[in-house]
C-alpha cells in the first residue's frame, strides 16, 4: 500500500486541531461541543459534524472537563499563535516574520501611546476628554525586527547616505527602533455579538492611532454558525479577513445539515456561507499564515 505524503501545512493543521481538543478549549459541554450556541439547534447540529470530522480524522475523542471562558480563550490564541509560528518559519517568502505577544506600545507605529497614556493616567480631566485605555493589546502580532543598513543589500545605503531614509521605521538606527508590527491576529472562540463588536472596536483603534503604514488586521474563531460569521466577515474597512479553524469541516457540515433538514433558515446560512467564501472575506487557518508572509 502507497503511503500518503502528508505536508508541513496539513501536519500544522492536523497538530492545531489536536491540541485544541487536548487542551480542552474544543470539548463538550452537556453533550454539546464548545464552539456551538446551545440554545441556537443549528449551531449545534453544525458543531456536532464538525466534532465528527475531526475526531474521526484524529482517532481522539472530546472530553467532558470543559475550560472556563477566560481559560478558553487563552488557550485559543496560544495554539493559533503556534501554528502561525510554526508554519511561518516554514515559508520561505518573507523569512524574517516572526510571531509575539503584548500591548501595542511595543511596536513602532504605536510607540506613542505609552506617554499618551501615562499622561491619561496621571490627569482625570484628559481621562475625561480623550476617554480610557489606548495601549491594545492584541492575542497575536507578527512583527519585523528593524534591519541594520548592511542588511539591505550591499550598496543600498552606505556611511555616506546618513542623511537619507531618517524616518522610516524598518533601519535599525532610526527612533524608535522597535519591532515594526506586521499583523494583528485577533482569537475569538466562538462570535456572540458582543465578540465580533470587540473585534471590530480593536480594528479601528489600530487603524486610528497608528503612525506609518497600518498592520494587517484579522481575525481567527472557531464559531460554526455562518450568520455569526457574517457579522464580522461581511463589510470592509476595519478587519481584512476572517479565519476559520475549520473551514472547510464546517462547509462540509453545513451541506450535510442543510441537505438533512432543507428549511429556508438552512439555506440561508449555506447561501451566507458561500457569499463569504466566494468573497474572500472568509478563509481557512491554513490560507492565514500565506497571508501574513505577503
Same mark, same amino acid.
Given at each position: 500500500? @502507497? /503511503?500518503?505524503?502528508? &505536508?508541513?501545512?496539513?501536519? %500544522?493543521? *492536523?497538530?492545531?486541531?489536536? #491540541?485544541?481538543?487536548?487542551?480542552?478549549?474544543?470539548?463538550?459541554?452537556?453533550?454539546?461541543?464548545?464552539?456551538?450556541?446551545?440554545?441556537?439547534?443549528?449551531?449545534?447540529?453544525?458543531?456536532?459534524?464538525?466534532?465528527?470530522?475531526?475526531?474521526?480524522?484524529?482517532?481522539?475523542?472530546?472530553?467532558?472537563?470543559?475550560?472556563?471562558?477566560?481559560?478558553?480563550?487563552?488557550?485559543?490564541?496560544?495554539?493559533?499563535?503556534?501554528?502561525?509560528?510554526?508554519?511561518?518559519?516554514?515559508?520561505?517568502?518573507?523569512?524574517?516574520?516572526?510571531?509575539?505577544?503584548?500591548?501595542?506600545?511595543?511596536?513602532?507605529?504605536?510607540?506613542?501611546?505609552?506617554?499618551?497614556?501615562?499622561?491619561?493616567?496621571?490627569?482625570?480631566?484628559? @481621562? /475625561?476628554?480623550?476617554? &480610557?485605555?489606548?495601549?491594545? %493589546?492584541? *492575542?497575536?502580532?507578527?512583527? #519585523?525586527?528593524?534591519?541594520?543598513?548592511?542588511?539591505?543589500?550591499?550598496?543600498?545605503?552606505?556611511?555616506?547616505?546618513?542623511?537619507?531614509?531618517?524616518?522610516?521605521?524598518?533601519?535599525?538606527?532610526?527612533?524608535?527602533?522597535?519591532?515594526?508590527?506586521?499583523?494583528?491576529?485577533?482569537?475569538?472562540?466562538?462570535?456572540?455579538?458582543?465578540?465580533?463588536?470587540?473585534?471590530?472596536?480593536?480594528?479601528?483603534?489600530?487603524?486610528?492611532?497608528?503612525?506609518?503604514?497600518?498592520?494587517?488586521?484579522?481575525?481567527?474563531?472557531?464559531?460554526?454558525?455562518?450568520?455569526?460569521?457574517?457579522?464580522?466577515?461581511?463589510?470592509?474597512?476595519?478587519?481584512?479577513?476572517?479565519?476559520?479553524?475549520?473551514?472547510?469541516?464546517?462547509?462540509?457540515?453545513?451541506?450535510?445539515?442543510?441537505?438533512?433538514?432543507?428549511?429556508?433558515?438552512?439555506?440561508?446560512?449555506?447561501?451566507?456561507?458561500?457569499?463569504?467564501?466566494?468573497?474572500?472575506?472568509?478563509?481557512?487557518?491554513?490560507?492565514?499564515?500565506?497571508?501574513?508572509?505577503?
Amino acid at each position: 500500500m @502507497r /503511503l500518503r505524503r502528508v &505536508g508541513a501545512l496539513r501536519t %500544522a493543521r *492536523d497538530e492545531l486541531h489536536r #491540541r485544541l481538543i487536548s487542551k480542552r478549549a474544543l470539548a463538550l459541554r452537556n453533550g454539546v461541543p464548545t464552539i456551538a450556541d446551545a440554545d441556537s439547534k443549528m449551531s449545534s447540529a453544525i458543531a456536532q459534524e464538525v466534532v465528527a470530522t475531526l475526531t474521526h480524522r484524529l482517532g481522539v475523542a472530546l472530553s467532558t472537563e470543559v475550560l472556563s471562558d477566560q481559560s478558553q480563550g487563552s488557550v485559543f490564541a496560544v495554539i493559533v499563535k503556534d501554528f502561525i509560528e510554526a508554519v511561518l518559519a516554514r515559508i520561505k517568502v518573507g523569512g524574517w516574520l516572526c510571531v509575539s505577544g503584548g500591548t501595542i506600545d511595543r511596536y513602532a507605529q504605536y510607540a506613542h501611546l505609552g506617554e499618551i497614556q501615562r499622561l491619561i493616567n496621571t490627569s482625570p480631566e484628559l @481621562r /475625561l476628554t480623550l476617554g &480610557g485605555d489606548y495601549i491594545i %493589546a492584541p *492575542d497575536v502580532v507578527v512583527y #519585523r525586527e528593524p534591519l541594520r543598513d548592511d542588511q539591505f543589500g550591499e550598496g543600498v545605503i552606505d556611511a555616506t547616505d546618513q542623511d537619507l531614509a531618517k524616518s522610516t521605521f524598518i533601519r535599525q538606527g532610526n527612533p524608535p527602533a522597535l519591532p515594526v508590527m506586521h499583523a494583528s491576529v485577533s482569537c475569538k472562540w466562538t462570535l456572540r455579538s458582543d465578540r465580533a463588536q470587540n473585534a471590530r472596536t480593536e480594528a479601528l483603534n489600530l487603524l486610528r492611532l497608528r503612525k506609518g503604514r497600518a498592520p494587517a488586521i484579522v481575525v481567527v474563531t472557531g464559531e460554526p454558525l455562518p450568520s455569526r460569521l457574517a457579522s464580522l466577515a461581511d463589510g470592509t474597512g476595519d478587519v481584512d479577513r476572517v479565519y476559520h479553524v475549520a473551514l472547510y469541516e464546517v462547509q462540509t457540515a453545513v451541506d450535510m445539515v442543510v441537505k438533512a433538514n432543507p428549511t429556508a433558515a438552512g439555506r440561508k446560512q449555506k447561501a451566507d456561507l458561500a457569499r463569504m467564501v466566494d468573497g474572500r472575506r472568509l478563509a481557512d487557518i491554513s490560507d492565514l499564515p500565506f497571508d501574513l508572509a505577503t
